[in-house]
C-alpha cells in the first residue's frame, strides 16, 4: 500500500505572498477590520502565445516584405483597390492581386499628427497621407516621411511620391511608407 504523505507538499508557484493581514482575536467584530482593508495584490509573470492570422490579406504583408505594394482588383470590371480586399464589394466576386509597385503615386491629403497610439507617440509629429495611385479606384492610408510636418503645406497636395519599404519586415502595415520622388 502507498504512504499518503501527510500534507500536500507546496510550491513557489511563480509568485510568493507574506504577511496578509488578519486579526488574532477570535472576537467576531474583529473582522470588521477586513472590509477597510486594502485590496491584496498580486504581480506575477503572464506569458501568452498569440497567433494571429493575416487570412486573405497575407499575399499583402508577403509583398511588403519583398519590397513589393499589391492591390486587388475586381475580374470583372477592374474596380481597383489600394489596399488588400479578397472580394469586390459591388459583385462580390473574389479579386486578384496585382502589382502597383512602380505605378505613379501622388498625395491626395494628409494630415500632420500630434499625437499617436504608444507605438507612434515617440516619433509625433509625424505626417499621414492618403496616396492616389494612377490607375487605382481606392486610396491607401500611409506615413509620408522626408517632409517636415513643422512646415506643412497644402503644395503637398498632388506631390508625386515613392513606396519605401522597410529592410526588416515586421509585418505590420507600417512596412511600407512613402517619400517625395526625387
Excluded at 482575536?25 to 477586513?34: Q, R, S
Excluded at 483597390?81 to 479579386?95: K, L, V
Excluded at 505605378?103 to 509625433?124: D, K, M, Y
Excluded at 509625424?126 to 496616396?131: D, G
Amino acid at each position: 500500500m502507498a504512504k499518503i504523505p501527510p500534507k500536500r507538499e507546496e510550491t513557489l508557484g511563480g509568485f510568493i505572498v507574506h504577511n496578509i493581514p488578519f486579526p488574532k482575536e477570535t472576537d467576531p467584530d474583529a473582522l470588521a477590520f477586513l472590509k477597510k482593508m486594502a485590496p491584496i495584490q498580486i504581480e506575477q509573470p503572464y506569458q501568452i502565445t498569440y497567433l494571429h492570422s493575416y487570412a486573405q490579406d497575407s499575399p499583402w504583408f508577403a509583398g511588403l516584405t519583398n519590397k513589393r505594394l499589391l492591390a486587388n482588383q475586381d475580374p470583372v470590371d477592374g474596380y481597383t483597390y489600394a489596399n488588400p480586399r479578397g472580394h469586390d464589394m459591388y459583385s462580390g466576386e473574389e479579386t486578384n492581386w496585382i502589382d502597383i509597385s512602380d505605378r505613379q503615386a501622388n498625395i491626395h491629403a494628409f494630415t500632420v499628427c500630434h499625437f499617436g497610439s504608444e507605438e507612434f507617440l515617440p516619433e509625433t509629429p509625424y505626417v499621414l497621407a492618403l496616396i492616389e495611385f494612377e490607375g487605382v479606384d481606392t486610396l491607401l492610408l500611409t506615413r509620408l516621411v522626408g517632409v517636415d510636418p513643422d512646415e506643412a503645406s497644402l503644395d503637398w497636395i498632388g506631390m508625386q511620391v515613392v513606396p519605401k519599404f522597410l529592410r526588416n519586415s515586421k509585418l505590420k502595415p507600417t512596412d511600407v511608407y512613402f517619400t517625395p520622388a526625387e
